[in-house]
């Protein structure tokens, strides 16, 4: 098998594998925020002893504007504590993809699509700190303040690095052994399940979260919360239908 079957197969074992990957975003928004705010509200516990209130859901603030999510932590705790969090994640995937020899199709799928999420949190939140340039105000240009430019510089490379590392390693992943059959469209019900949890969890920290600052009735937050309705709604249709269509 030459790379770019190795690197096909990894990605794509079957275009509905990738259909699917699409069809799981507003789901994979939702775990990767609340893993992000997550990490922040455990930062928050250990330096405080109390567990702030998070918002994991996109929304508009009257103080800083767009927001994937907030943790209301006061500035207490680690605040570079997500991207340190993320990169322990992504150190964990890279190795269970190079040794571990996981047969499950559901389960390479599922582990597949939360690495994508890690890798797009720690790009996304580290971009700028490329150029030693992360803004004073995100946790990635705050911790800057602690470690300096050259620090920031070198660290936000470093994690670059280590995601686009996956065109190397790739070739060595021992997945290349052991090719389950590919999948169709109805074999993806209990990840359609495990997305419908994702995003009705999403709907119900958007309901019940409230702040002064979140303004609810802005269109950002409107928007995500008909995107995570409409996803709830196709996950759940097809976890129903895929019962009459496998039986």
């Not at 430019?149 to 995601?163: K, T």
Request: aromatic share 20%; hydrophobic share 55%.
């Amino acid at each position: 098998m030459n790379y770019g079957e190795r690197l096909r197969n990894f990605w794509a074992p079957s275009w509905w594998t990738v259909g699917w990957m699409l069809l799981g975003l507003p789901a994979l928004y939702f775990w990767q925020t609340l893993i992000h705010e997550g990490s922040h509200a455990m930062a928050a516990l250990f330096a405080s002893g109390d567990f702030p209130k998070i918002a994991p859901y996109a929304h508009v603030s009257d103080t800083a504007g767009f927001r994937n999510g907030v943790t209301f932590t006061g500035g207490e705790g680690f605040i570079a504590m997500p991207q340190f969090v993320g990169l322990g994640l992504l150190l964990v995937f890279t190795a269970l993809f190079i040794w571990a020899p996981i047969r499950s199709r559901a389960a390479r799928f599922m582990l597949v699509f939360l690495y994508v999420g890690v890798c797009i949190d720690l790009l996304y939140n580290t971009v700028k700190g490329l150029w030693g340039d992360p803004g004073p105000f995100s946790d990635w240009g705050k911790f800057q303040a602690d470690i300096g430019d050259a620090g920031i510089i070198v660290l936000s490379w470093l994690i670059w690095l280590l995601v686009f590392s996956h065109f190397l390693w790739v070739y060595f992943s021992v997945w290349r052994n052991d090719i389950p059959p590919a999948a169709g469209f109805w074999d993806f019900r209990w990840i359609s399940l495990s997305f419908a949890l994702a995003s009705l969890s999403g709907l119900l920290f958007a309901a019940i979260v409230e702040d002064p600052s979140i303004d609810k009735g802005h269109g950002v937050f409107i928007t995500y919360v008909i995107l995570q309705a409409v996803a709830l709604l196709g996950y759940s249709t097809y976890f129903g239908l895929s019962f009459r269509e496998q039986s």
